[in-house]
């Protein structure tokens, strides 16, 4: 007898129509989702939203999902294009989360150090497009495969390959800006 997983019991009561599913679900998809978002739009409310659309769409969308693949893979392609609709619908706005930054307090030199990289880190990613940002996370962050990537995104396997080498070279001539080198 086929042993039937967590996720693939997830999948079959929403599909059932169970609400007591759908908390269960947001639990479980929610915060990946909203990540995934976040990546793309590199802006905390936009990707809240983005998130809450994909989640809102994935729900909706359940009787197309193909229960031989992954739930976390069609999660992750739902919310990919979402946040690809939001970034193309989002006119430019002031960075709020720059300025948490300056009001937050600073408790240890670690949380500084590890604020600063992330901040590097994204300040970094931003001379990428949003297309390319995505992949680079994918691969690096999420370390997601290029056949992986080829099923989120929906490009060929050579189009992921030039994009990981074009962002790679990218970020090397900006890298400088954002980190010391000991």
């Known amino acids: 007898m086929q042993?039937?997983?967590?996720?693939?019991d997830l999948a079959i009561r929403l599909r059932r129509g169970d609400r007591k599913a759908i908390p269960d679900f947001v639990d479980q998809y929610g915060g990946f989702m909203f990540n995934v978002c976040h990546k793309i739009l590199l802006h905390r409310a936009e990707?809240?939203?983005?998130?809450?659309?994909?989640?809102?769409?994935?729900?909706?969308?359940?009787e197309s999902f193909?229960?031989?693949?992954?739930?976390?893979?069609?999660?992750y392609t739902i919310?990919?294009?979402?946040?690809?609709?939001?970034?193309?619908?989002m006119k430019p706005t002031s960075d709020i989360?720059?300025?948490?930054?300056?009001?937050?307090p600073v408790k240890t030199d670690d949380n500084v150090t590890t604020r600063e990289t992330r901040e590097g880190i994204d300040r970094l990613l931003r001379h990428l497009d949003e297309e390319s940002?995505?992949?680079m996370g994918l691969f690096y962050l999420e370390e997601k495969n290029i056949k992986e990537i080829m099923d989120i995104t929906g490009l060929t396997e050579s189009n992921i390959k030039i994009k990981l080498f074009r962002a790679r070279k990218e970020?090397?001539?900006?890298?400088?800006?954002y980190f010391e080198h000991s």
């Not at 970020?171 to 800006?177: E, F, G, M, V, Y």
């Open 133 to 135: 940002r995505t992949i």
């Open 79 to 89: 919310a990919y294009r979402t946040a690809i609709d939001h970034q193309r619908k």
């Open 97 to 104: 989360e720059s300025l948490h930054f300056v009001a937050s």
């Open 47 to 62: 990707a809240e939203e983005a998130a809450q659309d994909a989640l809102l769409k994935a729900l909706k969308a359940i």
């Open 171 to 177: 970020l090397s001539l900006h890298a400088s800006k």
């Open 66 to 75: 193909d229960a031989s693949s992954s739930l976390k893979a069609w999660c």
């Open 3 to 8: 042993q039937i997983s967590l996720k693939d």
